[in-house]
């Protein structure tokens, strides 16, 4: 993963669920080789964010993480 003022990137499918479903804006979907990186525009939030994803401090209603996954691997197939 890596970070940046403007817009921090990330491989992990499900981190990037997460984060759409907390309200980031996806602002792009690239390939790199075989995979995608998303690429969201940054909050000064975003570590502590990102902490509380793996460290399962995080919660999100779970019919929105699932909506949220269907409508992120259909733009992973259709992108």
Request: aromatic share 12%.
């Amino acid at each position: 993963m890596a970070g940046g003022r403007a817009g921090f990137e990330t491989r992990d499918f499900y981190l990037a669920c997460f984060l759409r479903c907390t309200g980031y804006d996806l602002i792009d979907l690239r390939a790199e080789g075989r995979r995608k990186v998303f690429v969201f525009r940054d909050r000064p939030t975003r570590r502590n964010d990102v902490l509380a994803f793996y460290g399962q401090g995080a919660a999100v209603p779970p019919l929105a993480f699932s909506t949220t996954i269907k409508d992120m691997k259909a733009l992973l197939h259709n992108a």
